[in-house]
């Protein structure tokens, strides 16, 4: 048995009793400064439960349902990732939580990765890539959720998270870059994340600079809504934007509007409670804003193949509890659309296809067929913001009609020819915002 105390920062939260056997806390002992526990700790009726932290740590460890789990635990030789939690203090680079075990006189200035680096090697086994040496286990990557294969790296002495692509066509990098060069024409900067291609070791990967800095932490819609009292029986939109609202997110109707117009436009089905939330200051709890919007890259129809009939195209999407939304469902929730200037819209079904070009598992039917289906979600858009009078140009013929060929075709030259900006690397210039 293991006694610790789950710290923010320098605060001690609570001590809790920890049996590293079988991976769980036992008992909370004393609950100290519970102001700053995680959101997930609390229930509605305001009670830090041991279940909420025993949820907690565990999302703090690899998910069983990340890309080769099974070889990444061989690899690494252990039997439950949330070995590696308790390896490395549960710490992480989104938030500012950690446990320190009782004896250990440690302070976040001694241990945290935003000031002190981290060591990389494990992030080679949590990308997919050869580490030659048995790698530390107090790394950032030891807690890194999701599904894809994914590490923190230090690039130009900036943190930055790199993923990798699966599927038959590895569509995800491209995705987030052509979400980048969406969001890029419709939003404002610092209301995204902004991501670009990185080529390392013979592989394409998309990545990002990390969004959190300063005193800043990321706290996920989910965690929220676990801590929402009275909100049981109100579901969809207006649970989610009264909980954000009693959180103190100025405007949330108009936040998540941006995103899950965005989510439209791209065919985004994994827009979840786990991939947007909110930035507040770690000290003092003030909210910062809605976070930026990130994790676009499962668009794009990437989980289809051939893309020939039209079911191929509804892909339903998930943004609130109970709920499976498909694309014209979605647009019925969208709170308003006032702030869309369709005119920003125009050419982007061109520049989406420059950008998917640039795959070399990406056959040139599926580019026309993918590019061909977001000009007509860009039409109906444009129509419901008031726009109705725009004709945006099509690049492809009816889904119906499409035959995808084979990874290898070649490409037509007008796709060969069309010309997409370079992504801005991680590291580059960025919003002040962010």
């Known amino acids: 048995m293991a006694r610790y105390t789950l710290m923010s920062k320098d605060r001690e939260v609570l001590d809790f009793e920890y049996d590293a056997e079988i991976h769980a806390v036992l008992r909370i002992i004393e609950r100290k400064d519970v102001g700053f526990a995680p959101p997930a700790l609390i229930d509605p009726q305001g009670t830090i439960t041991r279940r909420n932290l025993n949820d907690w740590w565990a999302s703090r460890a690899i998910p069983v349902s990340r890309q080769q789990f099974q070889s990444l635990r061989d690899q690494l030789g252990v039997a439950d990732t949330r070995e590696l939690t308790e390896r490395s203090r549960a710490l992480s680079l989104t938030d500012r939580y950690w446990v320190r075990e009782e004896g250990d006189d440690a302070s976040w200035a001694d241990v945290n990765f935003f000031d002190n680096g981290f060591d990389e090697e494990l992030g080679l086994v949590t990308l997919g890539q050869d580490s030659t040496i048995r790698p530390s286990f107090c790394s950032p990557n030891a807690s890194l959720a999701g599904d894809l294969r994914k590490k923190w790296t230090m690039r130009g002495g900036r943190v930055v998270l790199m993923k990798a692509a699966s599927g038959a066509f590895g569509q995800e990098p491209y995705n987030e870059v052509a979400a980048t060069a969406l969001m890029r024409r419709i939003l404002d900067p610092g209301e995204y994340v902004e991501y670009g291609l990185v080529e390392e070791a013979g592989r394409t990967y998309s990545a990002c600079e990390s969004m959190v800095t300063g005193n800043l932490e990321l706290i996920p819609a989910a965690d929220l809504l676990r801590s929402a009292p009275g909100l049981k029986n109100t579901t969809g939109m207006r649970r989610l934007t009264d909980t954000l609202g009693r959180f103190g997110v100025p405007d949330p109707g108009h936040a998540l509007s941006k995103m899950l117009a965005v989510d439209y436009l791209l065919g985004n089905f994994d827009r979840h409670y786990n991939n947007f939330g909110i930035l507040r200051d770690s000290d003092d709890h003030s909210i910062a804003r809605f976070a930026p919007i990130y994790d676009t890259g499962s668009s794009l129809w990437m989980d289809q193949i051939r893309l020939e009939a039209p079911v191929d195209w509804e892909n339903q999407v998930r943004p609130f509890d109970g709920e499976n939304l498909r694309p014209g469902d979605l647009l019925r929730r969208l709170p308003n659309l006032s702030w869309l200037d369709p005119a920003k819209l125009d050419g982007f079904d061109a520049e989406l296809a420059g950008i998917l070009a640039r795959n070399p598992l990406m056959p ?71």
């Open 364 to 434: 040139p039917a599926r580019i026309e067929a993918i590019a061909g289906e977001v000009s007509r979600r860009m039409a109906t858009l444009s129509a419901q913001a008031g726009g109705g009078g725009r004709r945006i140009v099509s690049l492809t013929r009816n889904p119906a009609e499409r035959s995808p060929e084979p990874p290898g075709a070649s490409r037509p030259a007008a796709a060969a020819r069309s010309h997409v900006p370079a992504p801005r690397e991680p590291g580059g210039s960025r919003p002040p915002s962010r």
